[in-house]
């Protein structure tokens, strides 16, 4: 028995997997367990909450209370979406339930969808997903095959904007296994493969969180192709629109990354920055971790392009909205073509600001040395001066005080003039002498040496002279 009630009514437990399942036509049916409630709030508001007697509490939206035993792709086609990794636990890789858990709640789900296809989708859709730009492709059995059934894989790289974390980019990367034809789609994402800096606990701006795979819950925003129809080839075609927008997205949030680079560069210049003390760090933090994003973001824009130029994409009927874009493969080579271009233009601004950042730590560095040597030639003018007054006088203190014969004024008060005479023209040389040699004038300390010498012996001739008169 399936009990219905409103919303606010309802206790939904913490399911082991999300998942929202959908009957595409000729009504709207719909069964939503975890994530799809807050991408989808809007939507969701009008729902009500059923206790499945197998899957536990589900907002619904249409007449759903007596479907529960009912195979649903015989009312139409039908769409399911699964989330292997809900947001929980210390860690994104913390899961509340167990593979096993996990396996039963998606068998239930395929075998309420599709029946007998069951057991085969279910085993198809929870093998490890092939790598990006691999060669090869999802193993689906004859069986599904013969029933119609089509595989492919694409991957989703998600990254925070800006202006939920400026100083760090962090971003992640899944797998999509997506189960396709005429009897619906079964799209199950698989958890993170990469990631980097991402954390779902870490504390962000008020109303900000992280993101779901394809956080926007109005999708393909833009588009070249209108796909028509309602079967799981066209659900499959819109999910390819859906990842290449998403793509865009993110595309976007690198030109703002590196503009934001690039006016805190300038803001610094203009303030006078650039100098001695200048601490670059954080601008190379930021650019290294832009440059991460934007490597990632070709490595999987390059994995879309060669998937929609093998063939292993869905194709779908679809009507041209852009010229000349006929169908869904024309459309995947344009637009990631478009992404290719704008990355190599944002790589090149990228070491733009490599090489403005470099020049300006050269220019600090250069400013740096140029203080430093300021401050090693005041220290040796100091060292110079000290030595002319303290060295020499001394030496010729001590030169009387050892009381040689000969000295001019030894016997007289004229012997204080005297000293005073060679304590100046000693200090005077050496100092001079020292300067030259700090300026590396080599030729120049040494006529000063000379000249100090027959300047010495002049004072002496001198004060001879006087100490007779």
């Known amino acids: 028995m399936v009990v219905s009630r409103p919303r606010s009514e309802s206790v939904v437990r913490d399911p082991c997997l999300h998942f929202d399942i959908q009957v595409t036509e000729p009504t709207e049916l719909r069964w939503t367990c975890g994530s799809r409630l807050h991408m989808e709030k809007t939507i969701f508001t009008r729902a009500t909450d059923i206790d499945h007697p197998a899957l536990g509490t589900l907002s619904t939206l249409g007449e759903t209370e007596d479907l529960h035993d009912t195979q649903l792709s015989t009312v139409g086609p039908v769409r399911v979406e699964i989330d292997l990794e809900p947001h929980r636990g210390p860690r994104?890789?913390?899961?509340?339930?167990?593979?096993?858990?996990?396996?039963?709640?998606?068998?239930?789900l395929t075998r309420w969808a599709w029946g007998e296809d069951a057991a085969d989708l279910t085993d198809l859709v929870l093998q490890a997903p092939t790598p990006d730009n691999s060669s090869d492709r999802p193993p689906l059995s004859d069986r599904l095959r013969e029933h119609g059934w089509d595989a492919t894989d694409m991957?989703?790289?998600t990254s925070l904007a800006p202006k939920m974390m400026e100083h760090r980019t962090p971003w992640c990367l899944r797998a999509v296994r997506v189960v396709y034809g005429s009897a619906g789609t079964l799209m199950v994402w698989h958890p993170i493969a990469?990631?980097?800096?991402?954390?779902?606990?870490?504390p962000l701006p008020p109303g900000k969180r992280y993101l779901v795979p394809l956080p926007e819950c109005r999708r393909r925003h833009g588009q070249l192709t209108a796909i028509a129809g309602t079967?799981?080839?066209?659900e499959a075609g819109r999910l390819v629109q859906d990842i290449m927008q998403h793509h865009d997205w993110t595309e976007w949030q690198l030109t703002q990354r590196v503009e934001r680079w690039e006016r805190q560069f300038f803001a610094l210049a203009r303030d006078g920055a650039f100098e001695a003390h200048l601490d670059a760090r954080h601008l190379g933090v930021a650019l290294d971790e832009t440059h991460q994003l934007l490597g990632m973001l070709r490595r999987i824009n390059r994995d879309m392009a060669r998937r929609g130029r093998l063939g292993w994409l869905p194709q779908p009927e679809a009507a041209p909205i852009e010229e000349s874009v006929t169908s869904l493969r024309i459309e995947v080579q344009r637009r990631t073509t478009r992404v290719e271009s704008r990355l190599d233009q944002l790589n090149g601004s990228l070491?733009?600001?490599?090489?403005?950042?470099?020049?300006a730590a050269g220019g600090a560095r250069l400013q740096l040395d140029r203080e430093t040597s300021e401050r090693t030639q005041g220290f040796q003018n100091a060292a110079g001066l000290v030595a002319a007054l303290v060295l020499v006088p001394g030496l010729v203190l001590s030169l009387y005080g050892a009381e040689v014969k000969g000295l001019p004024g030894m016997d007289g008060s004229f012997g204080l003039v005297a000293m005073a005479a060679y304590a100046a023209v000693g200090a005077l040389s050496t100092f001079s002498t020292l300067r030259a040699m700090a300026y590396r004038r080599r030729m120049v300390a040494v006529l000063i040496l000379v000249g100090g010498f027959f300047a010495l012996v002049l004072t002496t001739v001198l004060l001879i002279t006087l100490g007779w008169d």
């Open 92 to 108: 994104h890789g913390t899961l509340p339930g167990t593979a096993e858990q996990q396996r039963r709640v998606v068998g239930m």
């Open 194 to 202: 990469e990631d980097h800096n991402w954390n779902p606990n870490e």
């Open 351 to 359: 070491r733009e600001g490599w090489t403005l950042l470099s020049s």
């Open 155 to 157: 991957w989703l790289l």
């Open 231 to 234: 079967d799981g080839t066209a």
